[in-house]
């Protein structure tokens, strides 16, 4: 009971920012104060909500961003894993046949050709950079595939890919 009414400045009043008060002296109806209060509070760790949420979208975003590039490298793994398999298998088998050595020597140095499947976000720099060990024979590629300036990849587009064999 220590604050003054705004109207006629009596004191003994309760709080009137905090619950409805009519003032006994003036009968002035003191809610309008209390909205007036309520609206001119501001609102306490607003800021912080805000951070949090700003940073828990940016956390989903780089997380996505992550398990699509991991998705990406599990795919070429998969690939060159198969790729060195069938390679082995076609090596393995080669050997196993019983010809001269002036033979097998020659087959052994012949290339081999793989058909690759273009896929989203592929371009002959990347891909000579997995099959060859250097983006920079990427020309090859384009040379092999009479690809022409200016060109795209279409996804699903098969590119033949010459890979010689030591």
Do not use: W
């Not at 619950?19 to 609102?43: G, H, M, R, W, Y």
């Not at 001269?100 to 087959?107: A, F, V």
């Not at 050709?113 to 060990?133: L, R, S």
């Not at 060109?151 to 890919?161: A, E, N, R, S």
């Amino acid at each position: 009971m220590n604050h003054n009414c705004p109207v006629c400045n009596k004191a003994g009043l309760p709080d009137y920012t905090k619950s409805e008060v009519v003032c006994p002296q003036c009968n002035s109806d003191l809610k309008a104060f209390l909205l007036l209060n309520s609206i001119s509070t501001p609102i306490k760790g607003r800021f912080g909500t805000y951070a949090l949420v700003g940073v828990s979208l940016l956390a989903i975003l780089f997380l996505g961003l992550f398990i699509e590039s991991n998705i990406d490298r599990k795919e070429i793994l998969a690939t060159n894993i198969i790729l060195i398999d069938s390679i082995s298998t076609l090596t393995s088998n080669k050997v196993n046949l019983e010809k001269p050595k002036e033979e097998l020597h020659e087959i052994e140095s012949k290339e081999a050709t793989v058909k690759y499947v273009v896929k989203k976000g592929d371009y002959p720099y990347k891909i000579a950079q997995f099959f060859y060990g250097d983006g920079n024979r990427y020309k090859q590629i384009e040379a092999e595939n009479k690809l022409e300036q200016p060109y795209t990849l279409k996804v699903g587009q098969i590119l033949l890919i010459k890979i010689t064999q030591d």
